[in-house]
């Protein structure tokens, strides 16, 4: 129907051409434009082709404009409009009309479009029993459903996928090609006769009986025996995931042994937002986030008559939840009142199985029986994790339903050229960076496992020629031992390119600059990189620094205390040997034995090698300095009792310290009674410093009083960001020469430590009550899997003439 069209009949007629670019293909953009047109009375054509969409179109010059405004506002949810241009174009025939053209064959430019959790409609449609796709596992649209886990090429057609296998019945041939339906070139379309299909099967290879579990299908039968018990591995969207009840300590704690991943939290999935509330506390975002077409896992606290097995996330008040983000997860729950384990399907630190084989191969030891399906996955896409700090979203994982979304880099890196960015060592993505977009990939994880590598190498090839990407550099980091900087300098070597190395802690920066929109000529800004360990400037390990950095350049003004690490990479699986150096670095053992001979920390450490730690320390064998805020909170954890022996995965001892923190105290408690550090000054280089000195003598005294540990964990991290918001005040001052006219009130904060809720938020409170502007990460995780924006960022700044 045309809108108003005695109010438009009147303007004179025009032709435009309208380029939009953006995340526009695959997302029902084509025929959301047809429906406009046949509303304002126009006629022209859209079409797909390597930058977005194109749309010719005719008719009154105020419906022209009407029908602009009505494409930006009315575009699908999965759209992302970023730019739309008109010019003038060739009039067209009168009775032209308006039609949906094909993909025009061009060199790719546009994005592609995240997996998108299943849509209302589609949900409602696949539990109607009167529908056509009732309980139909694989029910999607335009606005929902796999993209990034089946394309392989764009444009984003069906023969670029893995449905290519699955020819259309006549009813969705009919859906696909007509405008007016929302499955008007759905690529991934299909029903019971013609799409993928769901199996059960035992992994002791037995017959499966679906009477005996009173189930409808393979789907329902699952329900029955996660209730009964079991372990199910089920082929997901993106990978295969291993299930069991959540509430049965039994179930989780067998699912833990056989799978290796003795204490690191499971996420949870649950039917509705309902179960979950009952489970967790939720925040209005918190809802928000997991009913988005993104369906994050969310991190919330537990509630008190939470049933969920203790086993599940043992030593820390937080549980991860999701929503069922495909209909075989709809379907599966919809019996289901209580939550389930939802994990990756491997071994741990292992990437997730993606094709059956393997699946049975792999997973056969864990499992009890396997969901299987018979859609390929192009490529493995973990869950993205998410929690809410200081008010605002945070990604700490970013895969389904995030990547490879691009993101639209600041002012100036529109002239920057062609940079591939392969990321850190562990938390890996890597990054391309063409036309003022950043591409980061999809979570990779830790490249010390052999599978994971291969995975990573798989991936970068296969990004390069999904984006048709041809980098004239590579950036990597200024660790020659990381794998990815190997790789990255093989890659370059074989291609004849550039390879730009980039310090750990400015990639981290610029990541968040770039993120925050900071113009690529911008002045620089402070910035606090805490995190566990970097390869600094001058050939020692960092973590725990403060900056004064733009894209360019960076500059070391200060650093935490470097303490030894006696034993090297020992020290981050036993927390104790960080307790220890920090210790015998603040004082002597003799003076540690005459003040605290009555603790048990004493006897604890009194009992280990002291006299090898000793020795290593003092002749610097395999004992580096390091100047990393992680490593000290692995040692004032430890000494207050918390992970103190063994670390069983990545930054337990901080996740635990930080679940421990006293409300009262942190919220209530005088300043004053918070663990004191003091800003000391190198003896060679006069360089700034934070001393844990007096911070060691309060926690030991608090100790001796046997003062609750969650008080202890408190005033750790309120003495932490007193301290953090102190030296970024006195080297503001230092740098304006004491006046009030500073050149800088901006502060980036990030690094892996920025993921604790209780450390980020007291500093950003205490940095903007001193007025500084703070910048923060949202879309890309602090940790390093946001390090291959920073690198890419930086070496394009490098590469553009300033």
């Known amino acids: 129907m045309i809108d108003d069209p005695s109010a438009i009949r009147s303007d004179p007629e025009t032709a435009v051409r309208i380029r939009v670019r953006g995340l526009v293909q695959g997302v029902g953009f084509r025929p959301t434009v047809w429906r406009l047109a046949q509303r304002f009375g126009l006629r ?75 849509c209302a409609a589609c949900v409602a449609e696949t539990l109607d029993p009167l529908a056509r796709r009732y309980r139909y596992p694989f029910t999607n649209c335009t606005h929902c459903g796999p993209r990034l886990s089946i394309i392989q090429t764009i444009p984003y057609d069906r023969a670029s996928t893995t449905m290519r296998a699955f020819p259309m019945c006549a009813e969705c041939r009919a859906e696909y090609e007509d405008p007016s339906d929302r499955r008007f070139h759905a690529q991934p379309i299909a029903c019971h006769s013609c799409g993928p299909k769901a199996w059960l099967e035992r992994a002791d290879g037995g017959p499966v009986a679906l009477e005996a579990l009173t189930a409808l299908d393979a789907v329902d039968a699952v329900c029955s025996l996660l209730q009964q018990g079991h372990i199910v591995a089920i082929k997901g ?31 949870l999935m649950a039917r509705d937002p309902g179960v979950i509330r009952s489970h967790v506390t939720l925040t209005a975002l918190d809802e928000a986030l997991l009913q988005s077409p993104a369906a994050p896992i969310v991190i919330a606290s537990r509630t008190a008559d939470c049933s969920v097995a203790a086993s599940v ?37 292992e990437p997730q199985c993606i094709d059956n084989d393997d699946a049975r191969e792999r997973l056969g030891r864990i499992a009890d029986f396997f969901l299987f399906h018979d859609r390929d996955i192009a490529r493995r896409v973990d869950d993205s994790v998410v ?34 960015a392969m990321g850190g060592e562990l938390k890996n993505t890597f990054c391309l960076l063409r036309d003022g977009h950043a591409v980061i990939s999809h979570h990779i994880g830790d490249l ?35 794998l990815s900087s190997k790789i990255g300098r093989d890659l370059a070597g074989q291609r004849d390119m550039e390879t730009i190395a980039v310090q750990h802690h400015h990639a981290h920066l610029a990541a968040c600059l770039a993120e925050n929109g900071v113009p690529l000529d911008a002045a620089p800004v402070f910035g606090v990189m805490l995190d566990g360990l970097g390869l600094g400037d001058d050939g020692t390990l960092w973590g725990g620094e403060f900056l004064r950095a733009d894209y360019r350049t960076s500059t070391r003004l200060a650093t935490f205390k470097p303490v030894a690490m006696p034993g090297g990479a020992q020290c981050i ?122 911070m060691w003598q309060a926690l030991l005294g608090d100790l001796a009083r046997a003062t609750p540990v969650p008080v202890i ?26 006046n009030s006219g500073e050149p800088t009130r901006t502060v980036a904060l990030s690094g892996g430590v920025f993921q604790n809720r209780i450390l980020l938020e007291q500093v950003i409170a205490r940095l903007e009550s001193l007025h500084f502007r703070v910048l923060t990460h949202r879309q890309v995780p602090a940790n390093d899997g946001g390090l291959s924006l920073g690198q890419a960022a930086v070496a394009a700044a490098r590469l553009i003439p300033a």
């Open 44 to 118: 022209g054509s859209v079409a797909n082709d390597g930058q977005g969409a194109t749309i010719h179109a005719c008719g009154p010059s105020g419906a022209l404009d009407r029908f602009v405004a009505a494409i930006r506002q009315e575009a699908p949810p999965l759209a992302r409009i970023e730019d739309i241009v008109r010019e003038t174009a060739e009039m067209l025939d009168a009775d032209a009309g308006f039609r949906i053209a094909g993909n025009q064959s061009d060199a790719v430019r546009t994005g592609v479009v995240p997996d998108a959790a299943s």
């Open 237 to 267: 969207v993106g990978g295969f995931q291993l299930a069991c009840d959540a509430t049965s300590d039994e179930a989780v704690s067998r699912l833990r042994a056989l799978k290796h991943r003795e204490r690191k939290p499971f996420a």
């Open 313 to 349: 996330a043992p030593g820390i008040r937080t549980l991860g939840f999701m929503l069922p983000n495909s209909p075989l997860h709809h379907l599966l729950l919809q019996r289901m009142d209580r939550p389930v384990v939802l994990t990756s399907g491997n071994l741990s630190d």
């Open 387 to 420: 929690r809410v700090v200081a008010g605002e979203a945070r990604v700490l994982r970013r895969a389904r339903g995030y990547a490879p979304a691009p993101l639209r880099l600041p002012a100036g890196f529109d002239r920057a050229p062609a940079v591939l």
């Open 448 to 482: 010390e496992d052999a599978r994971a590598l291969a995975d990573y190498r798989q991936s970068v090839d296969r990004y390069l020629e999904l984006f048709e990407q041809q980098p004239v550099a590579i950036a990597v980091d200024l660790h020659p031992e990381y």
């Open 573 to 694: 699986a036993e927390p104790w040997r960080n307790t220890y150096a920090h210790l015998m670095a603040a004082m002597s053992w003799r003076d540690f034995a005459m003040r605290n001979a009555g603790l048990e920390l004493f006897a604890f450490l009194d009992a280990k090698p002291r006299a090898t730690l000793d020795a290593m320390i003092g002749r610097n064998v395999n004992s580096p300095l390091a100047s990393s805020c992680g490593r000290l909170f692995d040692a004032a954890a430890a000494a207050a009792g918390v992970c103190r022996e063994r670390a069983l995965y990545e930054g337990q001892a901080a996740i635990e310290f930080e679940a421990l923190v006293d409300p009262a105290t942190l919220g209530s408690e005088e300043d004053s009674l918070a663990y004191p550090f003091v800003i000391a000054r190198m003896k060679d280089t006069q360089m700034p410093y934070v001393e844990p000195r007096p």
């Open 713 to 738: 964990a408190a005033r750790f991290h309120k003495g932490l960001a007193i301290v953090i918001a102190k030296m970024i005040d006195e080297l503001s001052r230092h740098a304006s020469g004491g």
